[in-house]
């Protein structure tokens, strides 16, 4: 069975940073590519990093430059490091795994940014 449990969310001043991680069973990190996404509210789930397994990363427009995605294929996690966070990228951030026809999501996580 595949789980993806996302942690690390929180409230945070404008300005700061936060870490999300990505805990994966069921499926290694290394060999799919995983991406992490976030939905505001009313709004649809979009894209913000993802890295596949060969190591290339591709980040929004709204976030490059202030956040990275990497992994840590020992501990089966993927990361997302969050800087100069805005009001903006205030949203629930989900973990998804793809490797092929399977995907994978995970139950997300709450970043709220206050100005």
């Known amino acids: 069975q595949v789980q993806l449990v996302e942690s690390g969310g929180g409230l945070v001043q404008a300005g700061g940073s936060l870490r999300l991680s990505c805990a994966a069973s069921?499926?290694?990190?290394?060999?799919?590519?995983m991406a992490w996404y976030l939905q505001a509210p009313g709004k649809q789930r979009e894209l913000v990093a993802a890295?596949?397994?060969?190591?290339?990363?591709n980040y929004s427009d709204s976030v490059k430059g202030r956040f990275t995605i990497s992994r840590d294929n020992a501990k089966n996690t993927v990361y997302l490091q969050m800087n100069s966070l805005k009001p903006d990228d205030t949203a629930v951030y989900y973990c998804?795994?793809?490797?092929?026809?399977?995907?994978?999501w995970g139950q997300g996580t709450q970043v709220t940014v206050s100005s």
């Open positions: 998804k795994s793809q490797a092929g026809p399977f995907v994978y």
């Open positions: 069921g499926i290694a990190v290394s060999i799919n590519t």
């Open positions: 890295i596949t397994s060969g190591g290339n990363t």
